[in-house]
């Protein structure tokens, strides 16, 4: 069944999957709690020439078709990450016309559990690209959760999807997730996701400026944000397990289609902050 997304104008649109079902709720955006971090127990401006290696580690250079056969066309370098005045920078670039993909990936040491998650961004353009910011259980643990921020389309900046994967163990048995687009409706199709058009307007894509984009993990619910606006949130199967905050920008036919003429390389995922307030501070 497919959500009436006019029900939910000015309001949070609720997620239940019982066989990837959702539901919208009548309750207003005015009535839901306010998203924010005040005493932030993790911050990260990225002002530095380099990045704060007791925060955040590069992650591998292999091919991720390893990893999962969704992941991308990409390798991971160092070569990919830059900081500096203008904060952090993933770039990817080809090694040569035509040839292979290089671009970043960064991923937290630490690992948080509950609390306020935070990413002031701007986002690439180009067809096939696949910028994330995201958490889940570390890498060297089990799969026991993953919470997806922002998972955008480099074929339409207008849009991005936000997702919440139960997983146990490595699986999962459904998702929840909302397609958001801030400028009518998007080209890109997400079926199984509900949608969400009309709940935030911006005069420009998400390539142009920064935004603030957030997500609030409590025990018995998850609710996501865009610039202190809730437009999704989930309350069955939240994950109990510590996440850490990964960061990267991939190119994926299987993701947003095959690149075209609209990508010209290098494209850059900029990120000038990322803020996180444990327990609601």
Known sequence: MKPDIDQAKSGVIYASLASIVFLVAAATADGAEKPGCTIPTFEDNFLDNSL????????????PEAEHPKSGLQNYSANGVKTGPGGLQIVISEKQPGSQYWSGRIGTKQAFLYGHFEFEAKLPVGRGLWPGLWMRTPTNLPL????????AFGSDPNAFQSTLHPWVDGRENRQYCALISVRGLSTVK????????????????????????????????????????????????????????????????????????????????????????????
């Not at 704060?52 to 091919?63: E, V």
């Open 190 to 281: 997400r079926p199984a996701c509900a949608t969400v058009s009309d709940k935030i307007k911006l005069s420009s894509n998400l390539s142009k400026d920064f935004h603030t984009y957030a997500v609030d993990w409590k025990p018995d619910q998850i609710t996501w944000s865009l610039d202190g606006i809730p437009y999704f949130s989930v309350r069955e199967e939240i994950p109990a397990s510590p996440m850490a905050i990964f960061i990267n920008l991939a190119i994926s036919p299987l993701h947003d289609g095959a690149s075209d003429e609209s990508l010209r390389l290098p494209q850059i995922l900029a990120v000038r902050k990322v803020r996180v307030c444990e327990g609601f501070n």
């Open 52 to 63: 704060d290696k007791m925060k955040w580690s590069i992650l591998n250079a292999r091919k």
């Open 144 to 151: 026991n959760g993953e919470i997806d921020l922002v998972e």
